[in-house]
């Protein structure tokens, strides 16, 4: 950004909590961004560490969260058997039933702005147990395809929707409440977004087509 004689700017520098106690200050180095050169400028800042500081509430199931530009809307979980393609085309069922989370994703914007897809590294998404810990994605080989779901990058035009969903292993019987974190990168904004999970283990019944023996007959002469 250029600033032109006599005009000025107002901006926040952000870092980690040193988390030292109660601190009488705390150095601070900038750029001496009116001569243009890389000249650090020393300050001394008042701290007092806050402790522990509890996240932003998390919103409820069901409802719009905006993320600068797009709404994220989760609207159901639910434990499920998924149906697989592979790279030749063969289809069947995962071995085990998984958690799928639903969610939509509104653009509210005036332009364009992309969905980084399913499969993505970008920006990752994350599902927390009430102690803290993570519950794993749940991720299959390449080339396989999940029936249904927006893998790969998605374009979301101004006014546009998409519907998709987020896959975990499912959690054990004694979990009934999970907290997803959604960042907006994934959808090309700004912003983080907490949802509180409502979740009831379930052991749904495995598809017919893996319960019916499948009856393999001989050649005619063997």
């Known amino acids: 950004m250029t600033l032109a004689p006599g005009e000025s700017l107002d901006d926040v520098l952000s870092s980690a909590s040193p988390g030292w106690g109660s601190l009488a200050g705390a150095v601070v180095a900038a750029l001496d961004l009116q001569r243009r050169r890389r000249v650090a400028s020393v300050r001394e800042v008042p701290f007092n560490d806050p402790g522990d500081v509890a996240p932003p509430a998390a919103s409820a199931l069901g409802r719009a969260i905006a993320l600068d530009g797009v709404t994220l809307t989760v609207t159901d979980a639910s434990v499920t058997w998924l149906r697989l393609t592979d790279a030749a085309g063969k289809s069947g069922y995962a071995s085990a039933p998984v958690l799928k989370i639903a969610f939509t994703a509104t653009n509210t914007g005036s332009a364009t702005t992309e969905y980084v897809g399913a499969s993505s590294p970008t920006a990752p998404i994350s599902l ?95």
Do not use: H, K
């Not at 147990?129 to 794993?136: F, L, Q």
């Not at 969903?165 to 004694?174: G, H, Q």
């Not at 974190?181 to 912003?191: A, D, E, K, N, S």
């Open 128 to 222: 927390l147990r009430a102690d803290g810990t993570a519950v794993p994605r749940a991720t299959f080989p390449g080339g396989i395809t999940v029936d249904g779901q927006l893998a790969t990058a998605t374009q979301i035009g101004a006014g546009e929707s998409i519907q998709n969903f987020f896959l975990f292993e499912r959690p054990a019987a004694d979990v009934t409440q999970l907290q997803l974190i959604v960042p907006g990168r994934r959808f090309g904004r700004t912003g983080l977004a907490r949802v509180t999970v409502p979740y009831t283990f379930a052991d749904p019944a495995a598809p017919e087509e893996l319960t019916t023996p499948r009856v393999i007959e001989a050649p005619a002469g063997q």
